[in-house]
């Protein structure tokens, strides 16, 4: 069984500028969180969505946001980028909201110049 | 205010010694625990869990015991091996999931001396 896959593995962009970052979750995983980690803050709750629904959201503002697809999968996206956003954004997938444990991808490393 | 606390940013064990990595939490309403490695360049990896209804936990070389008085737990992992050599997190989880997903530790980096 494929694992949660994550694309792009990196992404340079530039301040003020967006980005998108896609998941596929594991399959028949219905669930998909997303984490930040930055080495000061560790690993932060983003948002999870089910069943094309946000259901929980981090204390993150705005301009971080998501979507998910009727097939499960997600794309996240973060607008008008700080140079504190640079980390590494991890997804990760379960089999019904709020189900543990998470399984996680190998993350997308974003730097923002 | 971090409400999963592992104090040891790292720590350093002998090949085929015991390692034992700490977590302390201070929010009741946790009632599910997990571990989590984690190699460079990769996503943390699921290693163990354990409920609040139970002490002790085990799988082949990992034991994660729960000390809900203290609101302490902790991962042992008999014997240590080269490929044990990883950052672990501790993360908890509120009933149904919560609103805030799973709530992590910052990690403990092992290192396992051969």
């Known amino acids: 069984k494929a694992g949660v896959t994550q694309t792009p593995r990196y992404l340079i962009k530039t301040r003020g500028q967006q980005v998108t970052l896609s998941c596929s979750p594991i399959s028949g995983h219905r669930s998909v969180s997303w984490y930040q980690q930055t080495p000061g803050q560790g690993l932060q709750f983003l948002f999870e969505y089910f069943s094309e629904t946000q259901r929980n959201k981090g204390n993150f503002p705005g301009r971080f946001s998501g979507r998910q697809f009727s097939n499960s999968r997600s794309e996240m996206n973060v607008s008008t980028l700080e140079l504190g956003d640079s980390a590494l954004y991890l997804c990760?997938?379960?089999?019904?909201?709020?189900?543990?444990?998470?399984?996680f991808g190998n993350g997308t490393r974003l730097t923002v110049t | 205010d971090q409400q999963v606390k592992q104090n040891s940013p790292s720590l350093s064990v002998q090949e085929g010694r015991i390692s034992i990595l700490n977590c302390d939490y201070t929010?009741?309403?946790?009632?599910?625990f997990l571990w989590y490695k984690k190699y460079p360049a990769e996503g943390p990896t699921f290693l163990i869990s354990i409920s609040s209804i139970k002490d002790k936990n085990e799988d082949g070389r990992f034991t994660v015991f729960l000390n809900k008085s203290a609101k302490h737990l902790s991962l042992h992992i008999v014997p240590s091996q080269p490929g044990d050599s990883a950052v672990y997190f501790c993360a908890a989880s509120a009933p149904g999931g919560g609103a805030d997903g799973l709530t992590f530790g910052k990690g403990t980096h092992l290192i396992i001396q051969p």
């Open positions: 929010n009741s309403m946790f009632d599910y």
């Open positions: 990760a997938s379960s089999l019904g909201q709020g189900a543990v444990p998470l399984h």
